[in-house]
Each structure stands twice: as structure tokens, then as C-alpha cells.
């Protein structure tokens, strides 16, 4: 499922270039909102409508969606935070995501000009 995804995410990415240019990361925008929308449609069918077992769950959940963005997940956690209300916990693991996470791009960022120099 996983190369499956990817190998989508390639291909959408390189679509979505294509029509609207390199000047702004629009493919990955798209490819994580797409996911999450796709996240969303997938789990809510698995809960009122369709049981799918946990093998072809994960698949296109894990698999699948993980493999085109793992943004999916991250939308996910946060909101089965929300739907709990557990709003602090939510904010706080989407704030912490993004900055620590741009952060430890920079971090690597800076480690290897600092190592090359």
C-alpha cells in the first residue's frame, strides 16, 4: 500500500506542477489536504457503513494514505482530538508538530552545513 501511495503522490505532485507552477509548494498542499479529506471519507465509512477488516484497514489507511502523506495521520489524531474535546491537547499537538518539526529541519539544516564546513 505504501508504494502504492507514493507512487500516486509522485505523479499527483508532478500533475499538480504542471498546471500551476513551482512558485508556490501548491502539490504539497494539495496532496495533504487531499489525504486528510481521503483519511476522513475512509474512516467515517469504516465506522457507520463499512467494517472493513483490520488487513485492508491498514492497508488503505497506513498503507495507502501513508504512503501518499502522512499528513493524513497527523489530521487524524488531531481530530479524534477535537471530536473528544480535548482542545488543549489538540492545539498544543498541532502547534508542537509544526514548529517542532520545521525546527528539526533547520536543526539538520544547520548540523550538516555546520559538519561540511
Keep these: 500500500?505504501?508504494?502504492?501511495?507514493?507512487?500516486?503522490?509522485?505523479?499527483?505532485?508532478?500533475?499538480?506542477?504542471?498546471?500551476?507552477?513551482m512558485g508556490f509548494p501548491w502539490g504539497t498542499l494539495i496532496i495533504n489536504v487531499s489525504g486528510s479529506?481521503?483519511?476522513?471519507?475512509?474512516?467515517?465509512l469504516g465506522a457507520l457503513l463499512w467494517q472493513p477488516n483490520l488487513t485492508l484497514?491498514?492497508?488503505l489507511?497506513?498503507?495507502?494514505?501513508?504512503?501518499?502523506t502522512t499528513f493524513?495521520?497527523?489530521?487524524?489524531?488531531?481530530?479524534?482530538?477535537?471530536?473528544r474535546n480535548q482542545w488543549a491537547a489538540a492545539t498544543g499537538y498541532a502547534l508542537s508538530s509544526v514548529i517542532l518539526s520545521v525546527g528539526g529541519l533547520f536543526v539538520g539544516l544547520w548540523l550538516v552545513r555546520t559538519l561540511s564546513i
Design 1 to 21: 500500500g505504501g508504494a502504492l501511495g507514493a507512487v500516486g503522490r509522485y505523479l499527483a505532485m508532478g500533475e499538480i506542477s504542471r498546471w500551476l507552477g
Design 37 to 44: 479529506l481521503l483519511m476522513g471519507i475512509l474512516v467515517e
Design 57 to 59: 484497514r491498514a492497508f
Design 61 to 68: 489507511t497506513v498503507g495507502i494514505l501513508g504512503g501518499y
Design 72 to 83: 493524513s495521520t497527523f489530521s487524524l489524531d488531531v481530530g479524534l482530538m477535537i471530536e
